[in-house]
Each structure stands twice: as C-alpha cells, then as structure tokens.
C-alpha cells in the first residue's frame, strides 16, 4: 500500500509539472502570434508611411490646423462674435513681436534672380491689383449675350473696347516699371577724368577690386613710382 501511494504521489506530482509545462508553453505560443501580428501591422505601416509623399506630415498638420480653424470659425459665428477679434485675444505679446520681426526679416523683392522668376513675381503683383468690378461685369454679360462664354463659333475678336479708367490704370503701372527698372539699373557711369591704368573692361574690374582689398597698403609705393622717386 505504501509503494502505491508512493507511486501515486509521484504520478501527480508529474502530472503537475506536465501540465505547468503545457500552460508555459502555451503563453509563450501566444505571445509569439501576438509579436508576428503586430510586427506585421508595423510592417503594413511602414510600408504605407513609404509609399506617402515626402510633405505628408506637412499636409496632415495643415488640413488639421485648417479644420480646427473652420470649427472656431462656425462657434464664433454661432455667438456672433468676430473670429480675426478672438482669435487676435489668444496671441501672447511674445509670438506677435516674433511674427512681427520674422515679418520684417523678410525681403517681398530678392531682385533679378532669372526671367521666369521676374515674370512669376511680375503675374502675382498685377492679379493682387485687380479689383472686380462687378457692374461692369453683369453690363457686359448682357451686352454680349450668349457671346459672353465664346465657343468655336463667336465671332467677338476685337469688339471689346477698354474704358478710358482702364487705359489710364495701365499707362501709370507701365510707368512705375520703366522708373523701377531704372533703378535696378547697375551699369556704372564712366568718369573722364580717372586714370587709365586698365587695357579692357576684365582688367578694369580687377584693378577695382585690387584697389579696395590692397590699395591702403600700396598707395605709398604707387605714389612714389609716379613721381620717379621710388627706390
């Protein structure tokens, strides 16, 4: 009886340990299904975070701001309360004396950098001069007719005539950019009087340059040189 019991014991005490064995196991077969699952959710992830546009994160954060910005604007609506005030009221002085001098820093004309630049900036000055004139917008839609939307079958080509405002409006900015563009101007005067110490225009501009970095070291030399006294 005692060997059976002994047997016994030492079968349940197996069993025991199997089946702690079985439990461990099982916790380590989930844990790994659940590491594969979300590695492969990363993976998915990145993979779409690749396949994104390089400014992603850039558009995100402006449709974000964007819409946070409509939803003030319809509460403020509902209050009857003017959004540009309130919002105005939630800057602290410290960012309005930074946008202020980051306004400041900024140059609206870098200058000549290229011809396609110069004609970008020249088509943005002009549209943000056009003001609307809705009169004469619906006169000529009514004059005109079915003609105002042309198609292949108008005949409208050098009936318009501009109003004499219009005229005048475009003789003074054509004005303002002959006397801008005179001012833009970098060609030096030539002075008669100065000494010709250069044979072409190349060596003329590297005299210059040479007169400016070195010129306080060497004007004793040169002087001496012109009067013949030199050493």
Known sequence: LLVKAKDANISLCSAQKREERLRKFRELHFKRNEARKLNHQEVVEEDKRL?????????????????????????????GEDYNRVKLLEISAEDAERWE?????????????????????????????IKPDMEN???????????????????????HVPSKESVDRMVDDVEKQIEKRSKYSRRRAYNDDADIDY?????????????????????????????????
């Not at 609206?108 to 000055?125: H, I, T, V």
């Not at 917008?137 to 009936?159: A, K, M, V, W």
């Open 51 to 79: 396949k994104l546009p390089s400014n992603w994160e850039a558009k995100k954060a402006r449709l974000e701001y964007e819409l946070i910005v409509d939803q003030k604007k319809k509460e403020c609506a509902e209050r």
């Open 199 to 231: 044979i072409n225009e190349r060596n003329a501009k590297f005299n210059k340059k040479a007169e400016r970095f070195y010129g306080k070291y060497t004007a004793e030399i040169k002087q001496n040189l012109e009067r013949g006294t030199a050493v």
């Open 137 to 159: 917008y619906e006169r000529q839609r009514e004059e005109c007719g079915e003609d105002f939307h042309p198609t292949t079958n108008s005949l409208i080509h050098g009936t």
């Open 101 to 129: 001098r980051k306004k400041k820093k900024k140059n609206p004309d870098p200058g000549f950098s290229g011809y396609a630049e110069a004609q970008l900036r020249q088509y943005q000055r002009l549209t943000k001069q």
